[in-house]
């Protein structure tokens, strides 16, 4: 099997090669169709599937009875899946592993004809640094990821960009997962965006009830994370060279930010985003839109993109009616795909170019 190991993955930056006598061919090989051939060893077992959450690719026996294989359609981007063997869920080395769903995933990233803006080779790349910070929200050590760019001059004063992440994920995604750096790095070697720093906090923030990690992140942005990198970065500190964006989960954390403290933040953006709480709850932040001129005058860019087969899309057409109701204006797009990475990389890849455009 020609297996393509991903650049990208949080546990392992090479293929395991295996061990001769012991591991055999296991793996699998993206197929010029974009279909996948998986061939997983499983003595003994009476069922091995892949469950891309309830639709199900079943494998079969092959000549050796000690393996499993098949082909079968993941469809294109980033796909995570679940090998069930037996009925039991199990994490395969012989696969690419992530993290999503709270969990370490196996997943496989399937090519999309024409995406190669994400592509690594022929450009110089910036660096990804890991800090840890104290937070006087939740009284212990957070973490952060913080992209800077190639030929970055800590002299130079940059704008921010701050990128949340979505449920069950945390601050290492939108780099593994999300291509980010990769993507950031070709966009700026292009001069289609602006030299920024992005930031990426992990906003899956202590709590007994994990629904309230919604509303606890936002209040670690402002007390804890923001005065962090501004005392250990040079950035340029107004409202106009200051944006948030996040994905999901990390889309109403923006929207709560954002909204409620326009003086701190000139840009937005919500992937698969949530304007409105997703759960019955308050809407408070939600108060700016009752005075159009108002929010128009706050923000130069407050931009929504949702997956057309996104199983929130109901969510995404209400705040649409919302927004209508309200009488004021936001970008708005829709990008082939679900509630997964193949969209998300697509929503900032549109979204970079767009923000710190007329800041001085």
């Not at 990208?8 to 012991?22: M, V």
């Not at 701050?162 to 993507?183: F, M, P, S």
């Not at 309200?326 to 990389?345: C, E």
């Amino acid at each position: 099997m020609k297996k393509t190991w991903p650049l990208d993955t949080p546990l392992s930056f090479d293929p395991y090669a295996g061990e001769p006598g012991r591991d055999g061919d296991q793996g699998w090989e993206i197929l010029p169709d974009g279909k996948v051939f998986v061939r997983i060893r499983a003595p003994r077992a009476r069922e091995v599937v892949l469950d891309q959450f309830g639709t199900l690719h079943p494998l079969q026996p092959a000549s050796d009875p000690e393996y499993w294989e098949g082909t079968v359609d993941l469809g294109l981007g980033f796909k995570y899946f679940i090998l069930k063997i037996d009925g039991a869920d199990v994490l395969n080395p012989y696969l690419p592993i992530g993290y999503g769903c709270s969990r370490p995933m196996n997943f496989l990233d399937i090519p999309v004809p024409g995406e190669d803006w994400d592509a690594p080779e022929g450009v110089p790349h910036g660096s990804v640094a890991r800090w840890t910070y104290p937070s006087s929200v939740t009284g212990k050590l957070e973490v952060c990821l913080v992209w800077t760019p190639a030929g970055y001059d800590p002299a130079r004063a940059c704008p921010v960009l701050y990128l949340q992440h979505g449920y069950g994920e945390n601050e290492i995604g939108w780099v593994y997962q999300g291509h980010l750096a990769r993507i950031a790095d070709r966009m700026l070697a292009a001069g289609e965006i602006r030299e920024m720093i992005i930031v990426m906090g992990n906003g899956m923030a202590s709590s007994p009830d994990p629904r309230k990690s919604f509303g606890l992140f936002p209040r670690i942005l402002l007390a804890d994370l923001i005065p962090f990198i501004e005392s250990h970065y040079r950035v340029l500190t107004d409202k106009w060279h200051r944006a948030m964006a996040g994905l999901s989960m990390g889309s109403f954390q923006t929207s709560i930010t954002t909204l409620t403290h326009p003086e701190l933040f000139g840009y937005a953006g919500l992937f698969s985003g949530f304007l409105r709480s997703p759960f019955p709850g308050s809407n408070d932040h939600l108060a700016l839109l009752d005075d159009p001129a108002a929010f128009h005058s706050a923000f130069r860019v407050f931009y929504r993109a949702m997956g057309t087969e996104d199983q929130y899309f109901d969510s995404f057409a209400g705040d649409d009616a919302f927004i209508a109701e309200k009488q004021v204006a936001m970008i708005r797009r829709t990008f082939p795909g679900g509630h997964d990475w193949s969209v998300w990389r697509r929503c900032i890849h549109d979204f970079l170019p767009l923000i710190f455009q007329d800041a001085e």
